[in-house]
């Protein structure tokens, strides 16, 4: 998966708790992103990252928050996670324009 | 808002038929279309993209026709095996936007023997 690690792969909590996914890269490369995959939705990006400490929004970012403080690292973190969280949350890097690598996602189920 | 509509949801398709998926786009600053293939609990994995300026690219078995005035792009995956079988996801991007894509829903793509 080119370098692209997820911790964890599994996750179950439950309502209101905190939670914060990990990314991790080996490639260097400049972009990253979280997305999140659910049926009939396709993949919808949360938020990016266009440097360290340079972070956006995508279109799904509501209750949740993102931190890069190393080229290496992205952290998605819900703050008081909600059974609409539920999902499998997949981290990309890019370097080259629409070129994404895909990391092996985590599963997290919100009780 | 769904900028990238595909379709269809999912395909049944005998070993060694076509495969087609179309995908329709509304924003004209689109510029880079890549598909991507997922296979059951990996991620998605880049297989063909093509620029607006060609209307087709192949690559082996997988060919992407391109339609600049229909807004309109569709995968074809000749002489298709059950390996194919996957999920298949067209998005988009354009310049200046860090790269993001924008996806469609996803086609869950069944090869038979």
């Known amino acids: 998966d080119a370098g692209i690690t997820q911790s964890p792969r599994h996750k179950v909590t439950e309502t209101g708790t905190p939670v914060t996914l990990r990314c991790h890269q080996t490639e260097n490369h400049r972009y990253m992103y979280w997305y999140r995959q659910d049926p009939g939705h396709g993949l919808r990006l949360i938020h990016y990252?266009?440097?360290?400490?340079?972070?956006d929004k995508g279109e799904v970012s509501d209750g949740y928050s993102v931190s890069r403080s190393k080229t290496e690292d992205f952290l998605l973190t819900l703050e008081s996670a909600t059974s609409s969280q539920t999902s499998v949350y997949f981290c990309?890097?890019?370097?080259?324009?629409?070129?994404?690598?895909f990391g092996p996602g985590t599963r997290l189920t919100v009780l | 808002q769904q900028q990238v509509k595909q379709s269809p949801q999912s395909l049944i398709v005998q070993k060694g038929g076509i495969s087609i998926i179309n995908c329709a786009y509304e924003n004209t600053a689109f510029d880079y279309f890549p598909w991507y293939q997922q296979f059951p609990g990996k991620g998605p994995a880049l297989l063909i993209a093509?620029?607006?300026?060609?209307s087709e690219k192949k690559e082996g078995r997988f060919t992407i026709s391109f339609n600049k005035s229909a807004k309109q792009f569709s995968l074809h995956i000749m002489d298709s095996q059950p390996g194919d079988s996957a999920t298949y996801f067209c998005?988009?991007?354009?310049?200046?936007?860090?790269?993001?894509?924008?996806f469609g829903t996803g086609t869950r793509l069944q090869v038979t023997l």
């Open positions: 093509i620029r607006p300026d060609v």
């Open positions: 990252s266009y440097g360290v400490k340079d972070t």
């Open positions: 998005a988009a991007t354009s310049t200046g936007t860090a790269s993001k894509l924008t």
């Open positions: 990309a890097i890019s370097e080259s324009k629409g070129m994404q690598f």
